[in-house]
Nanobody, 125 residues
């Protein structure tokens, strides 16, 4: 079993940056495809970005974050990162990471499991 823990959230002004981390523990002898999702109050959980197990293949991004967010990973540290730039209030949400069950190209939350507890990101205007 693999446990994921997100960190790095916080309060930032519009235009600012944050780096989220998703650290894996447990059965980490293999690398896994990982996705980042977010959920704002009253809204459904939505796909943000995903990365292959090796990190070699081109990452997958939602249109709303493309060119602003970058997903990366350090398999030696069992950690996946989400670098977020040019943040705006619409990015305010709880951000979650999860493991892709069928690879990293899926964008539906039902294709992911081993969800972390989430980290709050709040962007003020």
């Amino acid at each position: 079993q693999v446990t994921l823990v997100e960190s790095g959230g916080g309060l930032v002004q519009a235009g600012g940056s944050l780096r989220l981390s998703c650290a894996a523990s447990g059965r980490t002898s293999s690398s896994y495809p990982v996705g980042w999702f977010r959920q704002a109050p009253g809204k459904e959980r939505e796909f943000v970005a995903s990365i292959s197990a090796s990190g070699i293949r081109s990452p997958n991004y939602a249109d709303s974050v493309k060119d602003r967010f970058t997903i990366s990973r350090d398999n030696a540290k069992n950690t996946v990162y989400l670098h977020m730039n040019s943040l705006n209030p619409e990015d305010t949400a709880v951000y979650y990471c999860a493991i892709g069950r069928f690879g990293y190209l899926a964008r539906s939350s039902t294709s992911y499991d081993n969800w972390g507890q989430g980290t709050q990101v709040t962007v003020s205007a």
